[in-house]
């Protein structure tokens, strides 16, 4: 036991670089980063193939797609209402991104969500959207007095919450995908063969699309709530 | 793993990065396409409206039509039947005048017939009273009944 836990403390402190950039001294590329950039190639790479070819009279695969940018759209209008549409391309792609960042641990590669700087720059991201979202529908002004809503008294809530919203965020879904990891690599440890296969799944595919459902979910959430003109 | 540092710099980069290239490649073009086929089945319900009420139109249109062309058809005959009365009336004119200028014409052609039956009779009286009295001299009897029965020979002889 002594073994794993020192193994899984190092695991965790490390930064796997994967290669570094030979300018300027040396820029180290994370691993994460690189896994990144192949989740964008391929996601970029499929769309540009399968969607030029779409027609009016779909296919089979064109009704598919159309299927999940629709159910994207409606999804996110339904939070959202007709005035946030806007904001619906950035949550589909930070839907896909973590969706397919997640269960890309199936392919043997390391998910990029476990790395905490990704979590952390999408909560960030966030939460810079959610308040964009409310400067842009309320005005400056309107802005600064929702933190003083329903009553004044709640002013150091509102500014509190300016953190709290974005680190749960980040925390629930790199607590989830780190939660997920370690138990992986503790059934591992104990029974090697066939039983981490249904765990695997769990793990990987459920758990992994329903974090991705739930952060930009609740993103949307607070977007509407910062929308949100009384 | 656990360590937060400029790195995050990287995720910023690439989700902006990869939220423009689908943008691109793959919201833009799919909500054309749905747009397109949204507006094509529009279109196409629409069309089917305006052939509805068209044709609606020229059915009313059509419906009018026979029924003006029955009121036609009843002038027409109305007319032609007036037509057909004046000319009866016309021609029965013409034959009544036509009739009485024939009897009359007639009438005249008998009198005159007559007038000359009768200068004829007259003569040929004369020439019977003549050759009776010639005869009655050549007998020497120019008494009355000798005369008569003289009169009644030549009158029932032919010449």
């Not at chain 1, 690189?34 to 540009?48: E, S």
């Not at chain 2, 000798?146 to 020979?153: A, C, D, P, T, V």
Request: proline letters at 4%; hydrophobic letters at 50%; aromatic letters at 10%.
């Amino acid at each position: 036991m002594e073994g794993i836990a020192s193994e899984m403390y190092n695991l965790l402190n490390e930064t796997k670089i994967a290669f570094t950039v030979p300018i300027f001294g040396g820029i180290p590329i994370p691993e994460s980063v690189v896994v990144t950039w192949g989740i964008m190639a391929v996601v970029v790479l499929f769309c540009a193939i399968f969607v030029r070819g779409f027609d009016v009279m779909p296919g089979r695969l064109q009704t598919a797609i159309e299927m999940f940018v629709g159910w994207i759209y409606d999804f996110f209008t339904g939070i959202l209402g007709e005035k946030g549409k806007r904001y619906i391309p950035y949550l589909g792609t930070v839907l896909i991104y973590i969706g397919c960042a997640n269960i890309v641990g199936l392919f043997g590669l390391t998910p990029p969500t476990k790395d905490l700087n990704v979590t952390a720059g999408l909560a960030i991201m966030s939460i810079v959207l959610v308040e964009a979202a409310g400067i842009r529908a309320k005005g400056a002004r309107g802005w600064l007095k929702s933190f003083k809503s329903p009553m004044p008294v709640m002013l150091p809530f509102n500014i509190l919450e300016l953190v709290i919203k974005p680190l749960s965020l980040c925390m629930r879904l790199f607590g989830n995908v780190l939660g997920a990891f370690v138990i992986m690599e503790l059934i591992k440890a104990v029974v090697p063969l066939i039983v981490p296969l249904p765990f695997s799944f769990y793990f990987d595919i459920f758990d992994g699309l329903l974090q991705a459902y739930v952060f930009v979910f609740l993103t949307a959430l607070y977007i509407s709530e910062a929308m949100d003109t009384e | 793993m656990l360590n937060l540092n400029w790195n995050i710099i990287w995720i910023f980069v690439n989700i902006i990065i990869l939220f423009l290239l689908l943008r691109i490649f793959l919201y833009k073009p799919v909500m054309k396409i749905l747009d397109k086929r949204a507006a094509s089945i529009k279109k196409s319900l629409d069309d089917a409206e305006d052939a509805k009420k068209d044709a609606a139109e020229l059915k009313a249109k059509y419906a009018s039509e026979l029924k003006n062309a029955g009121a036609r058809a009843d002038a027409i005959i109305k007319e032609a039947t007036d037509n057909a009365k004046v000319q009866r009336e016309k021609i029965i004119d013409k034959a009544k005048n036509d009739a009485d200028n024939i009897i009359k014409s007639a009438e005249k052609q008998v009198e005159l017939d007559r007038e000359q039956a009768m200068k004829e009779m007259r003569s040929e009286i004369a020439d019977i009273a003549l050759r009776a009295a010639h005869k009655a001299m050549e007998q020497g009897d120019v008494s009355e009944t000798s005369i008569s029965s003289f009169l009644r020979q030549v009158g029932e002889s032919d010449d």
